[in-house]
Structures are given as C-alpha cells and as structure tokens.
C-alpha cells in the first residue's frame, strides 16, 4: 500500500520534469557574428548541415538560401511564390518546402524557404565577405519573441512550447508595432517630423528614403541629419544619425528604416505574439 501510495507522487514528479524539459526545449540561447554593419551571423542547421546565415528582419520570408546551397537540399515545390522588394527592386520567386531546420536546441519543421533572388556580385560578396549563405527572415520566429543583443553578441528566441505558450523574454516598456501590409514599424519622433520607421537587422544605418527627405524639405544633395531627438514611445535615444538613401525603392508605407547603428548599442526584443517590441 505504501508503494502504491506514492505512484501518483512519482508520476506528478515525472510529469513536471517532462513538462520543464518541453518548456526548456522552447528557448534557445545561440552566439551571433557582427561583421562590419551587416546583419548578423547565426549558424543554422539545415537538414542536418551547418549554415551560417544572416538575421534579416526586414524580410518576411522564413528562409532564403543561396542558389548553389538550396540546390543541394532536399526541398519539395509548395506551389506558393514569395513577392516583395530589396535593394536591386521587386522580386518574385517560388517557395519550397525544407523539412528540418534548427537553431540551438530549437528545431522547426516543414519550413518554407526560397532562393536568394540578389544579382552574383551581391552573391559572391556575401559568400567572401560576410561568409553567409542566406537569411532567416521574421517568418520562422514571428510565432514568438526574440531578443537581439548585439553588445553582448547573443540571440535568444522562444518559441510555443509543448504548451502552446511562448516563455517571455523581454522586459521593460512595451511598444505596440504599427502595422502595414509589409509588416511593420514604430512611430518615432525626430527634428524633421514623427516618422514611422521600420526594424531592419538588414540595413546598415538608420536611414530614410529620398520621398521623406524631400516631404522634410532636406536640401537634394543633403546625405544625412544628426536628429537631436529621436524618442520612442517617449524615451529620447538620440542624438542619432538620419543617413539619406535616395536609390533605396522603399514604398511608401515604410519612409526608412531602423537599422544596425540603432542595434549595435542596444538589446531589442520583440513579441510577435503581442505585436510589441521592448528596448533595453
């Protein structure tokens, strides 16, 4: 009797561990790679091989993969096309389908990936410069909440747990994202106006287009501001510096961008869930 008293005592122990190992298998700490003031460096194991890819959060796809690499993967055809915009303008290509991808402890399944669309110098720069093979974009994290800190060079991700729910990560201040059709950015105030900029590991500076220098009255040969202000949700970060890119085919929704020299003196997190972001 005495032992068969405790079997519900041992099976709420095992169950806790379990249940603490599935929560602890949803968070994921991994090391990033800063080179210069590109996006940062992960490696990624893709089907079982290692590669190492950038942080790109301006971009809403989930992978995008060196041509030569994606074609030595086993991928399957979904029949679904990503289109959007970059540097080089609009661009249209098809999404497949890769089975297993994983971060840390953290692993993803049926993952949607596509080719990097970028011209052959971008390719072979990125390959020698950088030494990345691709992107990961918002669409394999956007389920939970990542916390990007560049000073220390850590990315931490949680993801729902067997559980459904996602372990927080952020703290302090919460900050709604101010959503568009292609994702989304923070209303900041500056000395040329408020502006709602968009987050972007991808982009080197904090810039604006030529269309909202031009609405600010810049002069035309006018590269860049340092904005005394440059508050968010009432906290002032600046003085910061406002680069203006006048080739950038931004639309019009997103008149720039929050970039690496905003990043690369703070940590970031943000809570898809919730649609916020908090900066510490």
């Not at 090391?31 to 590669?51: K, W």
């Not at 959007?84 to 993952?111: C, H, R, W, Y």
């Not at 850590?154 to 568009?180: E, H, W, Y």
Request: proline share 7%; with cysteine.
């Amino acid at each position: 009797m005495a032992n068969v008293s405790k079997i519900p005592t041992f099976l709420a122990a095992l169950t806790a561990v379990l249940a603490a190992n599935a929560n602890a298998s949803s968070i994921a700490t991994v090391p990033i790679r800063i080179v210069g003031t590109e996006a940062p460096v992960i490696m990624v194991r893709v089907q079982g091989r290692e590669l190492p890819l950038q942080l790109d959060l301006g971009d809403a796809s989930s992978l995008v993969i060196h041509p030569e690499v994606l074609a030595t993967l086993h991928a399957e055809p979904t029949g679904k096309f990503f289109k959007g915009f970059s540097m080089d303008g609009a661009i249209e290509t098809p999404i497949v389908a890769v089975k297993n991808v994983e971060i840390g402890s953290l692993t993803f399944q049926a993952v949607d990936a596509r080719r990097d669309a970028h011209d052959e110098a971008f390719l072979l720069a990125k390959k020698t410069g950088v030494g990345a093979v691709g992107f990961i974009g918002t669409g394999l994290l956007n389920s939970g909440q990542i916390r990007l800190d560049y000073p220390r060079k850590m990315l931490t991700i949680s993801i729902p747990g067997a559980d459904g729910q996602v372990r927080n990560l952020c703290r302090g201040k919460p900050i709604p994202f101010l959503l568009n059709k292609y994702g989304f950015g923070t209303s900041v105030s500056t000395d040329i106006g408020e502006l709602q900029l968009g987050w972007d590991t991808g982009a080197p500076a904090v810039l604006i287009s030529a269309s909202t220098a031009t609405a600010a009255r810049l002069p035309t040969d006018q590269e860049s501001i340092v904005s005394k202000k440059f508050a968010i949700a009432g906290r002032n970060y600046g003085p910061q510096l406002i680069e203006v890119w006048r080739n950038i085919p931004l639309p019009p929704e997103i008149p720039g961008l929050i970039g690496h020299t905003f990043f690369e003196k703070r940590t970031v997190c943000f809570d898809y869930p919730r649609a916020k972001l908090h900066i510490q």
